[in-house]
């Protein structure tokens, strides 16, 4: 079965960077979708970015295009996202989760797989 762990949140200054890694245990990592969703207190999970399967096409939310860059290698079974010019409304807990080759990257229900969950911090 698909296992997946993020590392790379943590504390930092509004303007600045963070660079979360998922790692992807399990057979077939190039056939699934990738995504990394995110979570803050009192409010739903929500679509920060994700990455087609084979092809790696890059999709992202709004409040975060032309910030964050997502990329995948399916050599090391990795996906990363790449956050700049950080700001405190992107504090959250930052989810890495697996799909299918064909799921509606953005929707959260079509994710099966899904790690314990990075936290990240953006003070002002």
């Known amino acids: 079965q698909v296992q997946l762990r993020e590392s790379g949140g943590g504390l930092v200054q509004a303007g600045g960077s963070l660079r979360l890694s998922c790692v992807f245990s399990g057979r077939a990592f190039s056939t699934y979708t990738m995504g990394w969703f995110r979570q803050a207190p009192g409010k739903n999970r929500e679509f920060v970015s994700g990455i087609s399967a084979r092809r790696g096409t890059p999709y992202y939310s709004d409040s975060v295009k032309g910030r964050f860059a997502i990329s995948r290698d399916n050599a090391k079974n990795t996906v990363t996202l790449q956050m700049n010019n950080l700001k405190p409304e992107d504090t959250a807990v930052y989810y890495c989760?697996?799909?299918?080759?064909?799921?509606?990257?953005?929707?959260?229900?079509?994710?099966?797989?899904w790690g314990q969950g990075t936290q990240v911090t953006v003070s002002s």
């Open positions: 989760a697996a799909a299918g080759p064909v799921a509606v990257v953005v929707d959260a229900a079509e994710y099966d797989s």
